[in-house]
């Protein structure tokens, strides 16, 4: 066992070691929804630890669930740092973590160290698995916790397993699904009556409850999180059948067919192998309904969760490792092509798709060139990060939304001088009201707005666009050629 762990942690210290010397589009977190919670967290710790957000309520302090950023936010303060290596620290010490709870869960589930090491290897070599281990991003802690409750419930611990299920849950509302999967599952596989799950239930609703609580204190309705969320994403109702089979897809997509083998061996194998793919199943239709009902906007990260669940499943796959040394030789081969065909396939994500957040750091390190003072007006915690500036100097147009001001240009600019604001920064991006607010903005070029003269200072987006297409020499600012990348203005905020 321990010479497993050891193979399992040195691979992902290597894949780590890989990825961070990737260059500078590796080292940059490459999620836009890291950065946000990493405003979260300092935003929480400069409010004396009362979880907030650094736009007025309701806001992504009553969306997602607080764990994560809490963790981090302590950590940070502990260290005496704000930086996004800490949260990212503590999501790759998490997916190290869950390898090795993998490997003793399949030693637990098969008795054998040959499958141990399977599972352990086949979680540790998901490039996805990989990737998301080393953002700021709750999937792979969250995935950590999953099997910690499926180990507390295999060995009959309710308080431990209790506790982890209130932890999932105050997590992220994937932690809720799952929570709900594996009591459920708990339920039919124990034949309990209403009593024998108790104790997991009574934590599982006192994390809604004290969820729903908060969002009452602080937005004035206990269902503030759901109406906050739906309004963020536009929710309209609707049901497309046409989607349902989209999270299926990518299971098999990410993993290579790696999810398919264990899903089909380990429903044949039974015991603890099967509950572990019943959970995935389960959690697949669940999201893939959420998915159809425009409920759940469609991400890679919903199937990292459950790739712990994968791995558990996989080693019933393989014989035992034993008989002469041809037959030790194939069950070899057949273990490192399960590795390396979804890592051959797939490579390292984060170089590739870090191209998302570079138009914001560019965008940060000419604000970090210009800045001599002043407050900010600008939604982006992408560049609030990189820019360096304190945090405390960025106000969100959400605050100009709010104040009233928005009736006439001379009242913007009012608000705009009492507020100290020297630079603006637009951007066609639905966490900001500034392309709703200003939407003529987006065309750059100086204007007034009342007496407030707003010049150029730099400007990110298609129109800026030079040079021939990608892969056809030098050009600059390409990353606008594909969707979800945002397009910035940034203008200097004057009053002569």
């Known amino acids: 066992m321990a010479a497993a762990g050891a193979r399992i942690l040195q691979l992902y210290l290597y894949q780590d070691y890989f990825s961070s010397t990737y260059g500078i589009r590796a080292m940059l977190d490459r999620l836009s929804e890291g950065y946000h919670r990493w405003i979260l967290m300092v935003s929480t710790i400069r409010r004396g630890f009362v979880y907030s957000d650094f736009k007025p309520m309701p806001n992504l302090a009553v969306v997602w669930p607080p764990l994560y950023q809490y963790a ?40 054998s160290p040959w499958k ?8 540790a070599a998901q490039p996805w698995h990989m990737d998301y281990s080393v953002l700021t991003s709750i999937e792979v802690p969250l995935g950590l916790l999953l099997c910690l409750a499926i180990w507390a419930l295999m060995e009959d611990r309710m308080a431990p397993l209790s506790a982890l299920l209130f932890l999932m849950m105050m997590i992220s509302y994937t932690g809720w699904a799952l929570s709900a999967i594996l009591i459920a599952l708990a339920y039919a596989q124990r034949g309990w009556d209403w009593r024998g799950g108790r ?30 969320y739906l309004a963020i994403i536009g929710w309209r109702p609707a049901f497309d059948p046409a989607i349902l089979l989209f999270y299926p897809n990518l299971s098999l997509v990410m993993t290579f067919f790696v999810f398919f083998i264990g899903a089909l ?12 793919v019943a959970a995935s199943i389960l959690f697949l239709v669940v999201i893939s309904l959420a998915h159809s009902m425009a409920l759940d906007p469609g991400g890679i990260e919903r199937i990292i969760p459950i790739m712990p669940l994968m791995a558990l499943s996989v080693p019933s796959a393989f014989p035992e490792f034993k008989g002469r040394a041809a037959r030790k030789g194939a069950l070899a081969l057949a273990l490192i092509l399960l590795i390396l065909v979804p890592l051959s396939t797939q490579g390292l994500i984060g170089p590739r798709k870090a191209y998302v957040i570079m138009p914001e750091y560019r965008t940060a390190l000419e604000l970090r060139k210009r800045y001599g003072g002043g407050a900010i007006l600008c939604d982006s ?9 304190d945090p405390s ?17 001379q009242s913007i600019a009012d608000w705009l001088r009492a507020n100290g604001v020297s630079y603006l ?72």
């Not at 141990?116 to 979680?123: S, T």
């Not at 100097?393 to 240009?409: E, K, Q, V």
Request: charged residues 10%; positive net charge; aromatic residues 14%.
């Open 72 to 111: 981090s936010s302590i950590l940070m303060a502990l260290l005496g740092s704000r930086s996004m290596w800490i949260p990212r620290a503590l999501s790759f010490l998490s997916g190290v973590m869950a390898c090795l709870v993998v490997s003793a869960m399949c030693h637990r589930i098969y008795g």
């Open 265 to 276: 061996f380990g429903a044949v194998k039974g015991g603890w192998a099967r509950f572990a």
């Open 199 to 228: 104790i997991p239930l009574a934590s599982m609703a006192m994390a809604l409850a004290a969820w729903c609580g908060w969002g009452y204190a602080n937005a004035g309705s206990p269902l503030a999180w759901l109406s906050t």
């Open 425 to 496: 920064i637009w951007q066609n991006a639905t966490f900001s009201k500034s392309w709703i607010l200003f939407p003529d903005l987006g065309i750059a070029g100086d204007r007034w707005i009342g007496n407030a003269r707003l010049s150029l200072a730099y400007e990110d987006s298609i129109r800026s666009y030079h040079g021939p297409a990608p892969g056809k020499g030098n050009y600059t600012q390409w990353e606008h050629l594909y969707p979800g990348v945002h397009d910035l203005v940034m203008y200097k905020v004057e009053f002569p």
């Open 381 to 389: 915690p992408v560049i609030i990060y990189y820019s360096g500036i």
């Open 116 to 123: 141990a090491l399977i599972g352990g290897l086949v979680l």
């Open 393 to 409: 100097a960025f106000l969100s147009f959400d605050h100009l939304a709010a104040s009233g001001a928005m009736r006439d240009p």
